[in-house]
């Protein structure tokens, strides 16, 4: 069974940093190309970081325009983990955030870990 676990989320101020953790279970993780991804209320689920899984040392990343130069993803393959490292957080980045693993052509979804931005 394949499992995705986040964790991290919470209450911070403007200009403050979370770091987002996501425990993979059930499926080759050193294989699978991973993701971060978000929702806010209202709003369609937006993606918010990628890291693939061939090792280009160091392994290949994609940001949405949003968050470019203020989160960075980064994956363990010895931990079956995949974090998030959000600075410089705004009230714009208050939303849910999702890990995503996709493998085999098959996609994973956790269930979630909220981040709330505010004074």
């Known amino acids: 069974q394949v499992q995705l676990v986040e964790s991290g989320g919470g209450l911070v101020q403007p200009g403050g940093s979370l770091r987002l953790s996501c425990a993979v279970s059930g499926l080759t993780f050193s294989r699978s190309v991973l993701s971060w991804y978000r929702q806010a209320p209202g709003k369609e689920r937006e993606l918010v970081a990628s890291i693939g899984y061939i090792d280009y040392s160091p392994f290949m990343t994609n940001y949405g325009d949003h968050v470019k130069g203020r989160f960075t993803i980064s994956r363990d393959n010895r931990k079956n983990t995949v974090d998030l490292q959000m600075n410089t957080l705004q009230p714009e980045d208050t939303a849910v955030y999702y890990c995503?693993?996709?493998?085999?052509?098959?996609?994973?979804w956790g269930q979630g870990t909220p981040v709330t931005v505010s004074s």
């Open positions: 995503k693993a996709r493998y085999d052509s098959t996609e994973y």
